[in-house]
Structure formats: C-alpha cells, structure tokens
C-alpha cells in the first residue's frame, strides 16, 4: 500500500513540476485570474448588485473552466502517447491506475492553486460588507469539485488520442453537454417536445445544478456524490482506454 | 548450459499478437538464461519491437505466455517489470527535465530512495557517459545523448534483465563501440535480449541471435553457426600468381573474382581441409601465394536469403 502511495506521489510530483518548467502554468495562471476578475467585476456586475457575497464570481466558473480545464489537461495522456513516454510509463514496476491518479491529482492541485489564487477577490468583499466565509467556502469547495469533474472527462479524452487538440475539442464537447443539460434556456427548450421526466433525468447530469447548492452555501452529499462519480467514472474509462491503447 | 536446473530468465512460450488479420508476432518462442546476449535480428515490421513490448508488458499477448524471472508478466506484472530494465525503440523521454531529474524520477519510481538512489543515479550516469550533461534539460541535448539518457534509466536499478530496443541506433561509430562494449559486459551477468539491424553487432556483443521474419523465427543459433549457414561458408579465397581454375577445379567449385579466386569444397569436412589442400597444390605447381583464407561466411548473405524484403512485402 504504501508503495502504491509513492508511486502516486512520484508521478504527481514529477507531472506538478513539469507545468512550472514550463510556460503552460503562467499562462494559465494570469488567464485564469484576469478572465474571472473581468467576468466578476463588469460583466457580473459585481459592485453594482450591492450583495457581500461571491455569486457574481462563482457563477462564472463552470464557463470558465470549460474552455481552460480542457487547456491544461489536454496533454496530460495524450503528450504521453505523443512522445513515446507512456511506454517508459507503464514497463516501469507501477499499475496504470497509480499512473493515472497521480497524474490527475497533480494537475487538480494545480487547479486548486489557481483557484487559491483569486483569494482578493475574497478579500474584497470582506472589506466592503459582511458576507458569510461559510457560503464563500463552500462555493471555493464546489467550484474545486466542479474543476476536478472537467479535469477527470479531459483526462478520458486525452487518453483517447495522442493529438491534443481532439482531446481538447471532445473535453470542451462532453463537458458543454454537462453544463447545457441543466441550462433552463435548454431544457425550457426540451419540455416542448420530451417528457419532464426525461428533462429532469438529462437536467440531473447538469454541473450546474449541483454545483448551485454550493453556492448558496449548501454543501449537499447527493451533489458532492455526483461530483465524485464523475470522476470516478471518467478515470476508469481512463483506465480502460490505455490497457486497450 | 548454465543455471539450467532454474528456469530461465526470459522464457517465452508460443506468443502470438495480431493487429486485426495481421499477426505481427506468430508463434515466437525462445528461452534466454542468466549470462547470455541475445541479439534479434530482422527486416524492419518483422514483429521485434512487438516482441519486445510484450516481454515488457506494455502491449498484452494475444496469446501465449511470457516469463521473466519466473513470474508471468500477464499474471504478476508488478513482480516481472521490477527485474527488467527496458529501452523502448525511439529512447522516450521527458524533454522539460534535466538528464539528473529524469534518472531520478526513473529511480524514485523504481523504489530506491534517500542514498541508494543518489547512488543508483551515478552509477547509471557513469556507465552511459552522461556526467557532462548532468543539469542540462533534455530537449537541448543532441540525439546521442539523449538515446543514452534514456539507455541510464534502463540501467538504473541495475536490472536481471534487459530488454534493449535498437540500442545503438542513432550513435556515432564511437558510441556505437562504448554501447555495445557495456552490453557485453553486462551480459555477463544478466540475461540480455537488444534488436538491431546492424549485422556486425551480432559479431561484436552476441552470445545467441534470433533472426525473425513476418512475426516468426527464421533462424536460432551463435553468430558462427548463423554464418556457417552462408553459401561462401568454408570455402576457400586465394590469390596467387600463377594459379588457375582448371588446377582448382580439383579439389572444388572455383568462381574467378577479379584476379582471385574461390574455391567451394566439395563436402563439409574438418575445417582447414580444404585450405591445406590448396596450400600443398600451391607447393606443387609452383604459384606464388599472396593471400589465402577460409571464409566464415557471412551474416548478411543469411540474413538475405532467409529474410524477405519489405520492398518485395509491400506488393
């Protein structure tokens, strides 16, 4: 066991480094920040709304991510399969599933530090009013779980190809539907022609509906659930698609 | 043979891969003990590599069965992929590391830690010529360099077996010397099984070579009995002034190249038979002897005849 925790650890470390040797991580890192400190302020309407709360930060996020969780996680399989190093990956005295979560956690945790990053905007609006921390932390722990759900459909999609820009156009895609599934303008939609059982069956896959609860400071087990077998899933399919590569 | 009261180190039993309606690997089975260099030869897409991937675990069999070491790499992975050391075709690496970074990670990954790894990161870097570069990141190191970064992470757990995918492809000829004079010396001890396409190698590391040909094996035997299967083997070439071919002809088959000439001998016998005989008619006739040797035979004209092209495949 606890060698199967040093080889996840190893991985982790090595793919974590790698992003900061690189110029991937700074330039997600200022995107990132710019485009939810944009976002918040003019097109959420921050200021003017008049609320000590981060509804106008947190709203934005699962569109947000939606374009960047895929950018940084395209290459996480795929740039493997590219240059040959998944063989040097998997010939080494590891499972694919210790592979596969290290290299998952790694890139989650940086998506943590970005997310620990917008703190002034946290900042913020403790100055400015008195919001309450227990809502504002529960919308920083969905939007992680929200982030993490992206990270895991990319990883699938990066396991699929060994060309970055399919996987990332098939993440975007798949998690588009996710976001879409729940969007009232989409299934308003879809009530002209399905069954409200089937709208609610499709809506029940929606991220935003479940990241909702979240926001509003409800940190809800049946969504956390959802969040996790997200994951879960999309990781085994991870699992699936590089033992049948 | 040695340690044959133990399995062998590599042993592979009737293994199989298809892709599709093409069986890349069709029933290759070889044994390969502590001690021995193994060199597999052939045309290139003749199922080496796959071979190789197999043997590693990265690809599974279709069917058959590898061992190594006595654990069976379908069943025990973990068991069988610690005691290989594996050299995949094109020296994979990670470009954004340092030669240090990456030889570590191979190692921590491996399970050394604290000492032992510092340890096991210099003998590798020492053994595959690489202190120069220690701290320089990958990607700025010219081929050589990197095909030997990635040979030291082979190395680095100081491994029973190795599995070395065209080692020497892409060195120079001084490279070329220094890697095969390390596969030989570490044949010595371990069970060595490395592909190529250069033929002399099979001469210069090789204990045993394997020719295989459209995923099957051609030909299993020492680099001298693979030669013995050539045509020229044991004939003799001679050049001498005076000499002719109807006075050859006694004693075999003569062909004139160029001043010189070839005898064939009639049937195989004690070695250096025929090169007497030459010598006495020599004597006899009174020719003045400039060169004279017996042919090993050679391995590209095996190779040739036994392999079929992959121009001719094609069509």
New interface residues.
Partial sequence: MS?AL??IR??AK?ELL?YF??PVAYVFLVIFLLLTGFLTFTAGAFFERGEAGLNAFFAWHPWVYLVLVPAVGMRLWAEERR???L??L??????AWQAILGKFLACWVFLAIALALTFPVVITVNVLGEPDNGTIFAGYLGSLFLAGAYLAITCMTSAMTRNQVIAFILSVVICLFLILAGFSPVTDLMLRWASPALVDTVAAFSVVAHFDGFQKGVVDTRDLFFFLSVIGFALFATNVLLRNR | MAGSLNPPMIKIENLVKAFGAKRAVDGVSFAVERGEVLGFLGPNGAGKSTTMRMITGFIPPSSGRVSVGGHDVSEAPLQAKRLIGYLPEAAPSYPDMTVHGFLSFAAELRGLDGDARKRAVQRAVERCFLSSVLHQSIDTLSKGYKHRTCLAQALIHDPEVLILDEPTDGLDPNQKHEVRNLIRELGRTKAVVFSTHILEEVDAACTRAIIIDRGRIVANGTPAELKAMSATAGAVMLHAQGASAEKLAALGKVEALDGAFRVYPRDKGAAGDLARAVVELAGREGWKLEMLRTEEGQLDEVFRRITLPDTVRKK
């Fill in positions: 060698s040093h080889a190893t991985i090595r790698s040797t690189s240059a040959g190093t063989e040097l998997l010939t080494m005295p590891i499972t």
